[in-house]
């Protein structure tokens, strides 16, 4: 329960702090995890710790309007230690959509994949099981979400204004 309730406070003073540059709270979170991964028994804790730190710094880097570099930076750390889960392979394909809807379309492929990616493994669960449903619905207020910025995913054809739907 301390190392959680430690974890939800760095989170929430990071956050909170405007002034708080991206590598000044990548810094505070890689000294947290040094903390937490001293008090780790096992391999598999440390792995587990290292995934929660770096999904941390992604979301942070998204947060803080962090330069291409940076968010990259993080986002190659999250794809180099692995999910922890479905939902949390959509959460990043999703900040790094989100991310090239705010910043820079030109690295908008790199979320489309993810998306995808994500989303495939989203249909691989049953019809019925929770995470499969939500997980979609999210994806889908994602992509509504960036197409109104004008990103859209490649292959896909932006319709021209003023035509219409119907066939002649």
């Not at 710094?57 to 998204?62: E, G, T």
Request: charged residues 30%; hydrophobic residues 40%.
């Amino acid at each position: 329960m301390q190392v959680a309730g430690g974890f939800d406070k760095l989170n929430v003073a990071l956050i909170q702090d405007d002034s708080i540059s991206f590598s000044m709270g990548e810094r505070e979170y890689l000294a947290y995890q040094k903390k937490l991964l001293r008090q780790a028994e096992t391999e598999k804790e440390r792995h587990h710790i290292k995934r929660l730190i770096a999904r941390s710094i992604l979301r942070f880097a998204y947060l803080t309007g962090s330069t291409w570099g940076e968010y990259e930076r993080a986002l190659r750390r999250v794809l180099r230690l692995g999910y922890l889960n479905a939902d949390h392979q959509l959460s990043v394909a999703a900040l790094s959509l989100l991310w090239a809807s705010d910043n820079d379309h030109t690295k908008a492929s790199a979320g489309w994949e993810l998306m995808e990616a994500a989303e495939r493994r989203l249909r691989r669960l049953r019809r019925k099981h929770a995470a499969r449903r939500q997980g979609l619905e999210s994806s889908e207020i994602v992509r509504r979400r960036v197409a109104r910025k004008g990103l859209l995913p490649p292959g896909s054809v932006r319709p021209s204004k003023g035509a219409s739907r119907r066939r002649a």
